[in-house]
């Protein structure tokens, strides 16, 4: 529930999801929630505790989930580890209500990523196919999609805001760059 704490203090005030200290700053994308790439599940649960949900993927992995809440909503945080690699990547989940709401998350996600990543270059996506709905209510209904990625060149991590299709929520990726998913990764 601490880590939360953090992350809804990032969502109001200060870059969202902040990973690094300003000292650690120039290193870019070095893990999720202040848990450092390669982490063992030991050193995730030292950090944060008890997890709500814990479980096998199908790649014989595991994921850690985190339940608290940010800018008055239930947000799920997801660490999932390699069996021998540890931590190689991290989800927030953050649901949005109706009107505009998806567009505030999604602009406050990414000022935040710019924040904590200057120097890394966005890539930014987005389409609608029907266009008699608003942009939110359209992606809800699976007929519109909105990402903005970085990538460090250098090491290949990265960190992806999206909307997500067809559901109500913003997904925050972040990803090492040595992480290979298995076709039944999420």
């Known amino acids: 529930m601490k880590f939360l704490v953090g992350l809804a203090l990032s969502l109001c005030s200060t870059p969202l999801l902040a ?3 300003a000292a ?3 290193s870019h994308i070095m893990g999720f929630l202040l848990v450092p790439w390669g982490a063992p599940a030991s050193d995730v649960a030292a950090a ?27 947000v799920l945080s997801l660490f999932y580890l390699d069996r021998a690699g540890g931590l190689v990547r991290g989800v927030s989940s953050i649901p949005y209500g109706p ?7 999604m602009r406050q996600s990414e000022e935040s ?11 930014e996506e987005r389409a609608r196919q029907d266009t008699t709905l608003a942009f939110c209510d359209a992606a809800a209904a699976g007929k519109a999609n909105w990402t903005v990625s970085w990538v460090d060149p250098a090491s290949g991590n990265s960190v992806q805001v999206a909307l997500v299709p067809g559901e109500r929520r913003v997904e925050i990726t972040y990803q090492s760059g040595a992480f290979h998913p298995s076709p039944s990764t999420p």
């Open 24 to 26: 650690r700053q120039e």
């Open 99 to 105: 009107g505009s709401e998806c567009e505030t998350i």
């Open 19 to 21: 990973q690094q200290s």
């Open 113 to 123: 990523i710019l924040r904590i990543y200057p120097s890394l270059q966005p890539v």
């Open 48 to 74: 944060y505790g008890k997890p709500f949900i814990e479980r096998l993927t199908p790649d014989s992995s595991s994921v850690m989930i985190y339940k608290d809440a940010a800018l008055g909503k239930p």
